[in-house]
């Protein structure tokens, strides 16, 4: 999975399944959340395989989106993400 920073705060998760969907299927997208349901500015983006998501990491990164500049990156702890709580998340 990979770590976008940076984003808008309007940003929603199917905006960022959107705009990282032309480099593989994107099996979840998610825009993290306070527990009050305001945007972190960072999200989540899972590839069905590591091929697209490397792709996507190396032609995303410093890409201006919704105009701030993104930080994508490796995630460090898919493990800590949880949907449920963080409201923001599909698995479209």
């Known amino acids: 999975s990979l770590y976008v920073g940076n984003l808008s705060y309007d940003c929603t998760w199917q905006d960022l399944k959107d705009a990282f969907k032309r480099y593989g299927h994107v099996s979840h997208a998610e825009v993290c959340e306070t527990a009050g349901g305001k945007s972190t500015g960072f999200g989540i983006v899972l590839f069905s395989d590591g091929k697209s998501a490397t792709k996507a990491m190396d032609s995303m990164d ?13 995630d460090r702890s898919p493990d800590k993400l949880q949907s449920s709580e963080r409201g923001g998340g599909s698995k479209r």
């Open 62 to 74: 410093g890409v201006e989106f919704q105009g701030r500049q993104l930080s994508v990156r490796w």
